[in-house]
């Protein structure tokens, strides 16, 4: 470690003399003013712990130690009182001691049982050896300076702690404004995920309302549509009596219009199971020849024209298909129908 300044301690005055030139040096090496007043407090709180209980025989130290990875100012204070196992001595310094590691980082180098060293990092990096001479005599000046200097340093104390405080008091204030719109966005994010609970609760109920309603109305309607279909297959198929051209191609017309709306209202009931999540698959092994044979039975009959023709070319030894044969001839079905 490099030395800068070393202060004997044996008066209160001599405590605020470290404390000046501790204040200064962390000053001229660029740290914050925060952090300048950090340094000054734990040197003062040093030279407060090792001067308890009347102890005469203290040393306050300033040095840099110019570490590679990270040079550090190293403040310590070495003293009879900081080591004794006198209870009342220990006790009268300890709070000053705490004090003084709650504002900086503790040190490996301590010289002995009798030493407290504390470090902070630079905040500008090494210094070079010209630059550490410079410090030394400043620090002398300051030092020279600083034996009628007491009530001064004690009125910047003052004007320090009055700073801080004012700080401190800034600082509650915006806190307390961010609480205020901590609170208020909350209220605002509680507010939005009551109402996007409510808008889903809406949503399935209305989900619900209409699935029932497809399921219900396919199930109402298919009924009339079944008495309907049978009705006019039985009047074509002419049990009751011949009917001439124009009373076939009528009925021919209620027939083919009852038989479509059946197939929507069969469409409906499927869209509500899937909906429901009642649909049930029958997977099976079938063969295309089959299938095509099917809906060329079930198709051919709803041609609209002669124009209109329809042509199942299925290719020779097609292999068998798994699948449902019901979903897959209802899907064709309907694609042929549009």
Same mark, same amino acid.
């Given at each position: =470690? ?42 003062? &709180? ?18 840099? %130690? ?5 040079? /550090? ?8 009182? $900081? ?11 300890? @709070?000053? =001691? ?9 040190? @490996? ?19 070079? #050896?010209?630059?550490?001479?410079? /410090? ?10 600083? *034996? ?11 004007? %320090? ?6 700080? $401190? ?14 609170? *208020?966005?909350?209220?605002?994010? =509680? #507010? !939005? ?13 209305? @989900? ?31 049990? @009751? ?17 009852? &038989? ?14 899937? &909906? ?44 068998? /298909?798994?699948?449902? &044969? ?9 694609? !042929?129908?549009?």
């Amino acid at each position: =470690m490099n030395p800068l300044l070393k202060v004997e301690l044996r008066h209160d005055v001599d405590g605020v003399v470290a404390r000046q030139a501790a204040r200064h040096l962390a000053r001229r090496l660029g740290f914050e003013h925060q952090d300048q007043i950090r340094i000054a407090t734990a040197v003062s &709180e040093l030279a407060r712990a090792a001067l308890a209980a009347g102890a005469c025989e203290a040393v306050a130290e300033l040095g840099i %130690e110019n570490r590679s990875s990270e040079p /550090l100012l190293v403040v310590s204070v070495t003293g009879p009182a $900081l080591g004794s196992t006198d209870a009342d001595k220990r006790a009268a310094g300890d @709070d000053a =001691m705490l004090a003084a590691r709650r504002l900086l980082d503790a040190h @490996d180098a301590a010289a002995g049982p009798d030493t407290v060293a504390l470090a902070r990092a630079l905040p500008k990096g090494r210094l070079a #050896a010209e630059r550490i001479d410079e /410090l030394r005599d400043e620090l002398a000046q300051v030092v020279a300076r600083a *034996d009628s200097a007491y009530g001064t340093e004690l009125h910047r104390q003052n004007l %320090e702690l009055s700073a801080t405080l004012f700080e $401190l008091e800034k600082k509650q204030q915006e806190l307390t404004r961010l609480n205020a719109e901590l609170a *208020d966005t909350n209220r605002g994010v =509680m #507010a !939005l995920y009551a109402e996007l609970d409510e808008r889903a609760n809406q949503m399935r109920r209305a @989900d619900e309302q209409k699935t029932k309603f497809f399921s219900h109305m396919s199930h109402e309607l298919r009924t009339p549509l079944n008495s309907i279909l049978a009705l006019s297959r039985l009047l074509l198929a002419e049990t @009751d009596g011949r009917l001439n051209d124009e009373q076939a191609k009528q009925l021919r017309l209620i027939h083919d219009a009852a &038989e479509e709306l059946y197939e929507v209202v069969s469409d409906l009931l499927d869209l509500a199971k899937v &909906e429901a999540g009642k649909i049930k698959v029958s997977v099976g092994r079938f063969s295309v020849e089959s299938l095509f044979g099917a809906l060329r039975g079930l198709l051919k009959p709803l041609l609209p024209a002669a124009s209109v023709s329809l042509e199942f070319d299925a290719p020779a030894d097609l292999p068998s /298909l798994i699948g449902d &044969e019901s979903k897959v001839a209802q899907v064709l079905r309907n694609f !042929l129908s549009n």
